[in-house]
């Protein structure tokens, strides 16, 4: 199952294929729970099946994104699998990575089925392809339902987004969080108690389908009442509800980061070639992915502020972003000294190229006096992607109060989405002026 980072006990680490695995400890103790009912034999073969199956499950989409020029890393924990990388797919690679686990899963339990008849009835050798049948071929298929944080799940939002554009990831995960519901409900009442446990259990590990069709039908609900709906709260928080996002590509992302991240911090950003940028291998940040992992927002700050790899600032951004972690690092980054400003722009200009724009507004906000005249021209980029003509002034207003500023080809054709408007098209002609001053 691709994901996020997971908190897990001490680990097995090892490579294979050229992949990073570990095995955690959790993992081969919740192996052993579950089949504690066998004998001895029995039980150390149903383990090695659970691991090998489950190994051989992310090593599906662990080769499915080698074919994207991007390594993950693999992780056996308490409730399974995770592969996880650094970047945002596109909806139709998404599609492709999240099914290539379990569809090897489905196609191993098959050829399973095809050995079992010539196995002795009763015997071990019997039993063992049996187990092999049950957890490749039918948990391959469980995945491949739309419940919230299985690859089904994965593959049903990825869909919307694929036939709907950007706007298809709400409605696509109120559908998951729908299904979801609808899938444990049945389960129970049919008596397979265990499948509703798994999608409550999941429920909690990913409940952002879920705090989708809350918000919803909290709106529905105040609307109906007459009132209008609450506020989300500030600006910069964890989770993605309320955030706009774009679907872009890997490269695209990177592009968009690396032009930002030059126009922003200026003489403090290394040199980026923009090609290198986008061909080279995503960055292993696990450190990073650890200290997500912990909660460690201070030491996440800290990295964050201190690295000089764009490609890694941007791999730090998404495993923030992904482990709920921006709240905690924002704050932290907030209550700093003056070196602070710098992880604070690095990490506005990562939500900006992440398509997190309200976060990345925050992360503006949060720089308050040290805030740049680049800083200020983000904010108006976010509001033209945005479509708020409003914040676009404001921001424009922020970058001409603070002085010179380049305007690169990119802000002119973000700014450009606002249409004609003369506040607008008077204040980047007195930002011009300040490039020729």
């Given at each position: ?7 897990s ?17 959790d ?5 052993v ?16 099946i ?67 008849p ?36 994965n593959?049903?939002t ?16 109120i ?100 090609d290198?940028?986008e ?58 000294d ?18 997190r ?8 906000g ?27 002034r ?44």
């Open positions: 199952m691709p994901g996020a980072a997971v908190l006990l001490p680990s097995l680490q090892f490579k294979l294929f050229g992949f990073p695995v570990a095995i955690g400890l993992f081969l103790l919740i192996a729970l579950f089949g504690s009912v066998l004998p001895g034999q029995y039980l150390v073969i149903w383990v090695a659970l691991a090998v199956s489950i190994l051989v499950h992310e090593l599906g989409h662990a080769f499915a994104l080698r074919r994207y020029g991007i390594t993950p890393q693999i992780r056996l924990w308490g409730m399974g699998g995770l592969t996880t990388w650094g970047f945002a797919l596109p909806p139709r690679k998404t599609i492709v990575v999240s099914a290539a686990g379990p569809l090897l899963g489905v196609a191993i339990g098959l050829a399973a089925m095809q050995v079992e010539r196995m002795q009835a009763g015997s071990m050798a019997d039993w063992t392809v049996q187990m092999v049948v049950w957890v490749n071929l039918y948990w391959g298929l469980l995945n491949l339902l739309p419940i919230a944080a299985l690859d089904g799940g593959i049903t990825s869909a919307f987004v694929l036939v709907l554009g950007p706007r298809g990831r709400v409605p696509g995960l559908f998951v969080a729908l299904s979801s519901l609808v899938i444990a409900v049945i389960a129970f009442a049919i008596g397979i108690v265990y499948l509703a446990v798994i999608v409550a259990i999941f429920a909690l590990l990913n409940p952002t389908p879920y705090q989708e069709l809350r918000r919803i039908l909290s709106r529905r609900a105040s609307a109906s009442a007459g009132t209008a709906p609450a506020s989300s709260g500030t600006r910069a928080r964890d989770g993605h509800a309320g955030s706009r996002s774009v679907a872009t590509s890997p490269a695209g992302v990177r592009r968009v980061f690396g032009e930002a991240y030059v126009e922003t911090l200026g003489d403090r950003a290394r040199a980026v070639d923009l290198d940028l061909t080279r291998p995503a960055p292993l940040v696990s450190d990073v992915a650890a200290m997500v992992a912990r909660g460690d927002d201070a030491d996440l700050a800290a990295r964050l502020t201190s690295e000089g790899d764009p490609l890694t600032v941007l791999a730090i951004v998404a495993r923030v972003v992904d482990g709920r972690r921006l709240g905690g690092v924002l704050k932290t980054l907030k209550r700093g003056g070196r602070a400003a710098d992880g604070l722009l690095k990490l506005q200009v990562g939500l900006f190229a992440l398509g724009f309200e976060d990345s507004i925050g992360a503006a949060a720089l308050g006096g040290d805030g740049s005249a680049a800083s200020a021209l983000l904010v108006a980029r976010c509001g033209a992607r945005m479509g708020d003509r409003k914040l676009v404001q921001g424009l207003e922020r970058a001409v109060a603070l002085g010179h500023l380049s305007l690169s080809d990119a802000a002119l054709g973000d700014i450009a989405r606002v249409g004609p408007d003369e506040r607008v098209a008077e204040l980047l002609t007195r930002l011009r002026a300040t490039q020729t001053a």
